[in-house]
């Protein structure tokens, strides 16, 4: 069984600055990409940003500048810096991967999510 864990979350005035981290662990053979969204009251889950397993990573627009996505292969570890926090992104945010498992069949992808981590930006 594989298991995401965030943590970092918090209560952060605005204009501060959190470190959100996610590890996986279980018998994962390896991790493809690795995402954070996250869900504020009231609404729909947003993509964040996303790395693949090779660095790349891609931010939505209202983030882009401001927060920083990446990860430690070795230790299946994704982080993700925010810097310049606003009220309006006050949220749970969640990380999520598609992670590669070692099978009777072969290797299969599976998709996870973690539990999810507040973060509370305060104005």
């Known amino acids: 069984q594989v298991q995401l864990v965030e943590s970092g979350g918090g209560l952060v005035q605005a204009g501060g600055s959190l470190t959100l981290s996610c590890t996986a662990s279980?018998?994962?053979?390896?991790?493809?990409?690795m995402d954070w969204y996250r869900q504020a009251p009231g609404k729909q889950r947003e993509l964040v940003a996303v790395?693949?397993?090779?660095?790349?990573?891609n931010y939505a627009d209202s983030v882009k500048g401001r927060f920083t996505i990446s990860r430690d292969n070795a230790k299946n570890t994704m982080y993700l810096q925010m810097n310049s926090l606003r009220p309006e992104e006050t949220a749970v945010y969640y990380c999520?991967?598609?992670?590669?498992?070692?099978?009777?069949?072969?290797?299969?992808?599976?998709?996870?999510w973690g539990q999810g981590t507040q973060v509370t930006v305060s104005s």
């Open positions: 790395i693949t397993s090779g660095g790349n990573s």
């Open positions: 999520h991967a598609e992670v590669l498992l070692s099978t009777g069949y072969g290797v299969k992808g599976y998709s996870y």
């Open positions: 279980g018998s994962i053979y390896s991790i493809n990409d």
